[in-house]
């Protein structure tokens, strides 16, 4: 991923992977990926839930790559 990248916006959507009373989860737009990247760690903290980033290129981020990223 080029640097450039972590400065355009993303979306962030949430899953939850256990079962839920809320609605279905909802996409949040971020001014930076470095920004989405930021919620996406808090998300990874709670097992019930599985964050995917979808960049302003189209590329998706799964969780595994989320948390790779992270370490």
Do not use: H
Not at 23 to 44: D, K, M, N, S, W
Not at 65 to 71: A, H
């Amino acid at each position: 991923m080029e640097t450039e990248a972590l400065e355009r916006p993303a979306d962030l959507t949430i899953w939850r992977s256990v079962p839920a009373s809320s609605p279905l989860a909802q996409p949040e737009r971020f001014g930076t990926l470095r920004e989405a990247i930021a919620a996406a760690a808090g998300a990874l903290t709670d097992p019930g839930k599985q964050p995917w980033i979808i960049t302003e290129e189209g590329e998706i981020l799964s969780p595994n790559w989320i948390r790779t990223y992270l370490n």
